[in-house]
């Protein structure tokens, strides 16, 4: 029904900078909250940044200040500008978004994309 196709993981140098992309596509009537998330080996996924329809965000104490988070509500897509990457920002990076559908609302995940930062 939905489909979320993330890009621009990549390996990058501490203090560089990677943004991602999430686009969302198929039977959809409306997105709502959408959002990033990461998950480290060993660890719990943990919310990185959300950000609702209106533009309103929120983001996660070790992240704040360094990422932005963003949307084009016409493309159906969010995304992450990560800078001052550190190796601590090392993880899968999946994106969710609420979405409303002919169906019903649903939350929809994407892929995850591997980011790495190298000290």
């Known amino acids: 029904q939905v489909q979320l196709v993330e890009s621009g993981g990549g390996l990058v140098q501490a203090g560089g900078s990677l943004r991602l992309s999430c686009a969302a596509s198929?039977?959809?009537?409306?997105?709502?909250?959408m959002g990033w998330y990461r998950q480290a080996p060993g660890k719990q996924r943990e919310l990185v940044a959300a950000?609702?329809?209106?533009?309103?965000?929120n983001y996660a104490d070790s992240v704040k200040g360094r990422f932005t988070i963003s949307r084009d509500n016409a493309k159906n897509t969010v995304y992450l500008q990560m800078n001052s990457l550190k190796p601590e920002d090392t993880a899968v990076y999946y994106c969710l978004t609420g979405v409303e559908t002919l169906g019903g609302a649903l939350d929809a995940w994407g892929q995850g994309t591997l980011v790495t930062v190298s000290s």
């Open positions: 950000i609702t329809i209106g533009g309103s965000t």
């Open positions: 198929g039977n959809i009537f409306s997105i709502n909250t």
